[in-house]
């Protein structure tokens, strides 16, 4: 009775924790260990699992643990910076014309934001698909991440700088590449 | 309120995570103020840009496969009416046991969990994330990789050595994992949140874990529990001194 409600909970979340545990691994094989033993652990813990309660933040908490203790996670792991997060006033906006969103209009969008993702740092990463891909609430990823709310907010601001930042440096570049072509 | 004020908002707005009266008064400006109308605009192309680009990886067919297998075969096919007499003694029989045994059963689980989280960690070669005796280092460090705080006691002129920490889960709840030695051993001090992990630890762990000892204490909502082969008078005094440092 027990497994068939996990069964039913946790296989539609399938395409999606693996699409957020590659991000996370930038590895096919390693995605697949992370999902295997998260299916395995939630399993085994499901018995502790509230119904009512969320289940998907649940399960995905439980990918996250898995990946921060795995051997990748606790390298990436050290890149997060120290008391950063409560430092509002790197959070103001950056001059923004022309904006990296405008310029991307015209370019393969696409592939230039995978490529930007890759390259944020991978807390940054997580928050950023979590709000975005997976469309959770702040409450949500708050849960999620095990962090403060306000933590929540304040790294999620820092990922969309970062991830315009990255996305300027990257316009810029083709543009100074097309502007020496051109001569 | 100015245009840089609601451009600060703008992300919490397109999240709809502002209040509703907030959200009102946004929309109300980017209505009137072409500038922000526009920003507003190229944020919300770049989000779904990346929820597109955020889809990027599909699993395999195979993968996919064995995962069903294997959540499929964690169910028991289970027939209650052939099993219902047995069920209902069995039952009884749980119920019986667990008034007595529940609490020591939880209590010898996790206990059982942080020896073996003690033992992998003396056994890796890099058992701490952060190496540092300085108390200053070691704290800090934690910042931002749990989610609470912590202080560390003195040990100056104590028979104590802090030699680091790193990040630990217990049942998936995070908590600080710090390596303190005495002489020749080494002993572990896992701190978690009493309010996360309280379903996980019982009140009391002291006693010993196969040929470990282990000490337990609690102190400004934090559970403290020692793990180490040294005599339980040295652990409880260690397990003192992090309940003086944290007394609130």
Not at chain 2, 203 to 208: I, L
Request: glycine share 6%.
């Amino acid at each position: 009775m027990q497994a068939a409600t996990f069964e039913e909970l946790a296989m539609p979340l399938f395409d999606q924790l693996y699409n957020f545990a590659h991000w996370l691994a930038q590895d096919r094989s390693e995605a697949e260990d992370l999902v295997q033993e998260t299916y395995a652990k939630a399993l085994r813990g499901f018995a502790g699992f509230q119904p009512g309660t969320n289940f998907r933040a649940w399960i995905y908490r439980i990918l996250r643990n898995t990946f921060l203790t795995s051997r990748t996670g606790l390298k990436a792991l050290p890149s997060l910076p120290l008391n950063s997060e409560e430092d509002e006033a790197a959070l103001t906006l950056l001059p923004s014309q022309p904006t990296p969103e405008t310029l991307l209009l015209e370019r393969d969008q696409q592939e230039a934001v995978q490529s930007a993702l890759a390259q944020l740092r991978v807390h940054h990463r997580e928050v950023l698909l979590l709000a975005e891909v997976e469309d959770m609430s702040y409450e949500e990823i708050a849960q999620t991440i095990s962090v403060p709310l306000g933590t929540v907010m304040s790294r999620l601001a820092r990922a969309r700088q970062a991830l315009r930042e990255i996305l300027r440096q990257q316009a810029k570049g083709r543009d100074d590449g097309l502007r020496s072509v051109a001569r | 309120m100015g245009c840089e004020a609601w451009l600060a908002k703008l992300d919490l707005y397109l999240d709809g995570e502002l209040l509703a009266e907030e959200m009102r008064a946004c929309d109300a400006h980017l209505r009137v103020c072409r500038e922000c109308a526009a920003e507003g605009f190229a944020r919300l192309q770049l989000r779904r840009t990346v929820r597109q680009a955020g889809r990027a990886y599909q699993p395999s067919a195979e993968f996919r496969r064995r995962m069903e297998r294997q959540v499929a075969g964690a169910k028991k096919p289970f027939r209650l009416w052939t099993w219902a007499p047995a069920l209902a003694a069995a039952l009884l029989l749980v119920a019986a046991l667990g008034l007595y045994r529940g609490t020591e059963t939880r209590g010898n689980q996790a206990v059982s969990e942080l020896a073996d989280l003690h033992v992998a960690t003396l056994a890796s070669v890099s058992p701490v994330d952060v190496v540092s005796s300085d108390r200053h280092t070691v704290k800090p460090w934690f910042e931002g990789r749990i989610p609470f705080t912590f202080n560390l006691p003195d040990l100056a002129g104590s028979p104590f050595t802090l030699l680091g920490g790193r990040v630990t889960y217990l049942g998936q709840v995070p908590g600080a994992h710090l390596l303190c030695q005495v002489r020749q051993h080494r002993i572990s001090i896992f701190i978690f949140q009493q309010r996360t992990a309280g379903t996980i630890l019982p009140a009391d762990m002291t006693g010993r874990n196969f040929s470990y000892s282990v000490a337990s204490t609690t102190a400004g909502g934090l559970n403290f529990i020692l793990v180490g082969d040294v005599a339980s008078e040295e652990l409880q005094a260690l397990a003192s001194r992090w309940r003086d440092a944290n007394r609130t």
